[in-house]
């Protein structure tokens, strides 16, 4: 469903009703019940354009993005379904992106201000990444990490601050080997609240508060658990890729070679020189944006990277993740995954097997039979990958 298409029919219908009032007052024939209705209909107008405001805004980011995509040679990427929550929504039966608008979180929306966070984690120690530069790249390292109370946080994480320094949180649990939990952070459980319908069938891992400067991006990577990314506090720029892409995105580990600089639009053309696998999933990528309130399904195993968008307001950019276990699946998780990435116990067998045995055994051979078999054995590989895929399709 098009978002921009329910608010402009909704408005188009608004007028309808108030032409037809007009065209009665032209004619003379003023009933006491059309003079009632005319002040009532004058918040319908108000509704309308605001109705019709909020859809050409969201038109103009669109344009904007597509903008950008033709001025650096790629197509417009293609937007993740969304619609309006409605209470007793559920998620789509296929296991996709997808976006519910204004989910009702419970108090988080309305009640997480700086002022909030000061008076009741204010005094909490946190260990945050702190970079020069708004990329954040997980295989160069480029930023620090600093231990300090989350009132300085929040005050140094403010857009434009002083020191010109990119600040990121991620939550941890109180004990290090276990996932975060808001359970631990106090009032913040309570104020936040997933509506049941979208977490039931799953078993829940972890829920995971996030904060940044304005402007900060996570760099490209991939969970092993699905998650809804609720945006709760500012705007997110979300660019997601499919599975099938894994081969393209140059991923060691859970991230990718690439860190966040898919978000960097003026050095693309050097990017795809380094990486030039990544053009073509580039083209295929999907994106959306988030406003307080919007809730993204990540799937497992979906490429992801974000952006913190700058806001009206200077303050940071306010996230929560609930990461997600399928009960069918549990068993195949490692009980040791804290931050929901590590691989599935029979992906960690497989690669410890290539890793320790087939690539030193090929290593022995001749480099004309070496890339022979490391080829064929890559052929094996990618229609077992095929086949997975198809029946997944057929589901």
């Not at 808001?182 to 309570?190: C, I, K, R, V």
Request: hydrophobic content about 40%; some cysteine; overall charge positive.
């Amino acid at each position: 469903m098009n978002c921009n298409g329910c608010a402009l029919s909704d408005a188009s219908y608004f007028l309808r009703i108030q032409n037809s009032n007009s065209n009665s007052a032209r004619s003379g024939h003023f009933s006491m019940a059309t003079v009632q209705n005319r002040v009532p209909h004058f918040a319908v107008l108000a509704a309308a354009g605001a109705a019709v405001l909020i859809a050409g805004l969201r038109t103009l980011r669109q344009w904007k993005q597509h903008k950008r995509g033709t001025a650096t040679g790629h197509r417009y990427p293609r937007q993740i379904s969304c619609r309006p929550w409605r209470s007793g929504d559920k998620l789509p039966s296929q296991m996709i992106p997808f976006v519910f608008r204004k989910v009702p979180l419970g108090t988080s929306v309305s009640r997480w201000t700086d002022e909030y966070f000061t008076e009741v984690i204010g005094d909490l120690k946190v260990s945050a990444h702190v970079s020069e530069t708004p990329s954040l790249d997980f295989a160069a390292k480029n930023f620090a990490y600093e231990v300090m109370l989350f009132r300085e946080f929040l005050k140094r994480a403010q857009a434009g601050n002083r020191e010109k320094r990119f600040l990121y949180y991620r939550s941890q649990h109180v004990k290090r080997n276990k996932p975060s939990s808001l359970d631990t952070m106090g009032p913040l459980a309570e104020d936040f609240q997933l509506p049941a319908e979208l977490v039931e069938g799953f078993d829940v891992h972890s829920t995971v508060l996030r904060a940044a400067t304005p402007g900060l991006r996570m760099w490209l990577h991939y969970d092993v658990c699905d998650n809804f990314l609720c945006c709760v506090r500012g705007r997110k720029r979300v660019v997601l890729f499919e599975p099938r892409d894994i081969g393209h995105l140059y991923v060691t580990g859970s991230s990718s070679a690439m860190g966040s600089r898919l978000f960097d639009a003026e050095h693309l053309q050097q990017l795809w020189k380094e990486f030039p696998l990544a053009q073509g999933a580039w083209a295929r990528r999907l994106e959306i944006e988030l406003e307080d309130g919007d809730t993204l399904f990540i799937p497992a195993f979906w490429p992801h990277c974000t952006e913190a968008l700058p806001s009206c307001r200077r303050s940071a950019s306010i996230s929560v993740n609930t990461f997600l276990l399928q009960p069918q699946d549990v068993s195949l998780h490692d009980p040791r995954d804290v931050w929901a990435n590590r691989e599935l116990l029979p992906a960690q067998e497989a690669t410890k097997a290539v890793e320790e045995k087939a690539l030193p055994a090929l290593r022995g051979l001749p480099k004309v039979p070496r890339a022979f078999y490391c080829r064929k054995l890559a052929a094996a590989l990618i229609s077992a990958a095929e086949q997975a895929e198809s029946h997944a399709a057929t589901r």
